[in-house]
């Protein structure tokens, strides 16, 4: 596992200079996730109401429409990889686990990626990160087996189902939501999605 604050994380994103205390406070107030369960939130109006929020939106977006949400549970596998044409925003509220990938590493002969190429990072609590649009993740990872919280900021509409015809060819294949490409491995069970995902589920 590998220090978000090492130069091997300057590939994937930066480390941000940001108080993230009142979004911490807001979201250990939330109920816990189901046991077992991770889930997604994209948009939650008090985390849009607080000044982080606007501060993001002109400092590291330039004024784009965006989402304030988060991602929380218990997960400690793989399971899939995704990329946006976007950077995210994580902010840790609790200690994580994130396994990363470089979009530059997709086969897209086959559309299939080597999961030996992921890198594992420690994301302490209280810490907001940058992940480049190139940056491969999904479901961030529990530590020593406890629910893990992350805020979550996007342009909006990110995630969402989408609402347009697409023929299923090229990269095509991997639009599994609005700005969302996504591999997924076998035993993900995640339906629908493009199974690309080669080598073993990682697991933390």
């Known amino acids: 596992m590998k220090n978000i604050y090492s130069e091997n994380f300057r590939q994937y994103g930066r480390v941000l200079d940001l108080d993230v205390a009142d979004f911490v406070k807001k979201i250990l107030e939330r109920p816990k996730a189901p046991y077992g369960q991770v889930v997604y ?3 939650i109006e008090e985390f849009e109401a607080l000044p982080l929020f606007a501060k993001i939106t002109v400092q590291i977006y330039g004024g784009m429409y965006l989402e304030f949400g988060h991602c929380s549970g218990f997960n400690n596998k793989l399971n899939a990889l995704e990329y946006h044409r976007s950077s995210e925003i994580n902010i840790a509220a609790t200690d994580l686990i994130l396994m990363l990938g ?11 990626y080597d999961t030996n190429k992921i890198e594992i990072f420690f994301v302490p609590a209280g810490t907001a990160v940058e992940l480049y649009a190139t940056t491969l993740h999904y479901a961030p990872c529990s530590v020593n087996g406890k629910e893990f919280r992350c ?29 969302k490409w996504l591999i997924a491995h076998e035993e993900s069970g995640i339906d629908g999605a493009w199974i690309g995902l080669r080598g073993k589920n990682l697991t933390v």
């Open 102 to 112: 470089r979009q530059q590493d997709i086969d897209y002969k086959n559309f299939s």
């Open 151 to 179: 805020g979550v900021i996007l342009p909006f509409g990110t995630n969402s189902d989408l609402l347009i015809s697409i023929n299923h060819e090229g990269e095509n294949k991997l639009l599994f939501a609005v700005n």
């Open 41 to 43: 939130e994209p948009s």
